[in-house]
């Protein structure tokens, strides 16, 4: 079974920094576009961040210039690093990716569980 799990998360100062992991495993043949959505409390879930397979890099206007993707590809594992945090980036935050699975030979998009941010000022 292919999934992703995300780490990283946790309860951080205004200003301070914080850097997210999210590992897929399973039977995989490859992974396409990896993608970091947020939501936060009482809010709609929102992309913040993408990453193709060639490391092709897009980002939400509300995170430029403070966060930044990146990815392993030989670890099957995509980051996160966030500085200069804010209290707005307070919210759960999901990879999600495009994978092929080897068997049976599919697409799949895969969400992780989550990981909680939490700032405080």
């Known amino acids: 079974q292919v999934q992703l799990v995300e780490s990283g998360g946790g309860l951080v100062q205004a200003g301070g920094s914080l850097r997210l992991s999210c590992a897929a495993s399973g039977s995989i043949v490859r992974i396409n576009d990896m993608r970091w959505y947020r939501q936060a409390p009482g809010k709609q879930r929102e992309l913040v961040a993408t990453?193709?397979?060639?490391?092709?890099?897009n980002y939400a206007d509300s995170v430029k210039g403070r966060f930044t993707v990146s990815r392993d590809n030989a670890k099957n594992t995509v980051y996160l690093q966030i500085n200069s945090l804010v209290a707005e980036d307070t919210a759960v935050y999901y990879c999600?990716?495009?994978?092929?699975?080897?068997?049976?030979?599919?697409?799949?998009?895969?969400w992780g569980q989550g990981t909680l941010v939490i700032v405080s000022s």
């Open positions: 999600n990716a495009d994978i092929w699975e080897h068997s049976p030979y599919r697409r799949l998009e895969v």
């Open positions: 990453i193709t397979s060639g490391g092709s890099t």
